[in-house]
């Protein structure tokens, strides 16, 4: 076995943009999990195959990119299907003998009643439960994902104002950077969430989001209806206390983006 070999799932994807350069500043060869063909560079290498494919193709490919393999960071995700993305991803590891799997997941993974967080509990279930050595890092929503939803929500005439709906946004960098420390050390378990500095209204976001644009728009309050609602007005995908906090703040991040 290559001893510091790492694959890593979602390589592609707004966190695996971050993190696959800092694995190979760390003197680290990679192999990247992708949907499609990708040519080898500086480093990295690109084995296709989709977790979500065909069972037996999906399992053929994930044996190939898990060959040799001494550490895995599994960053793939998307609106549906973690739960069995990562419960084939386990097996395929457990096959080849893999020394430390690290996963991303939500905070509020066991406390908001949404589907996409049930899936992402029950992947860190499958990840617990896999009887390999792990790491699991619950994130807050990065920057990325918040200025995707003001911005969306900012072109309509009226926009929409969740009341009692806060986030704690932290930046993909950060969270990045984290993972990467956490795949070089030993396994951990479950550690201490990392969220963004500050906690946001939905409201506030916007509204920042607005002025760094130059534009004003009417605000509609809302009220989000039954057990989400609860969830959320009750901070149930927030961690103010025992968490790691980011330094990038919101504002920081749009005037960088808004900028470029």
Known sequence: MTNNLVLVTGGTGTLGRQVVPLLRAAGRPVRVLSRRERPAEDGV?????DLLGDAAEADARLDEALAGVHTVLHLAGGPKGDDEATRRLVAAARRAGVRHL???SVIGADKVPLGYFRAKLAAEEAVAGSGLPYTVLRAAQFHDLAFTVVEKMAKLPLVPAPGGVRWQPVDVREVAARLVELALGEPA???PDLAGPAVYGMDELTRRYLAARGRS???LPVRVPGKVGRAYRSGANLT???AEHGRR???EFLAERLAA
């Open 45 to 49: 290498a690109y084995v296709r195959g």
């Open 102 to 104: 690290v996963h991303i």
């Open 189 to 191: 378990g479950p550690v």
């Open 217 to 219: 728009r009417r605000m």
């Open 240 to 242: 103010l206390a025992g």
């Open 249 to 251: 703040t919101w504002e």
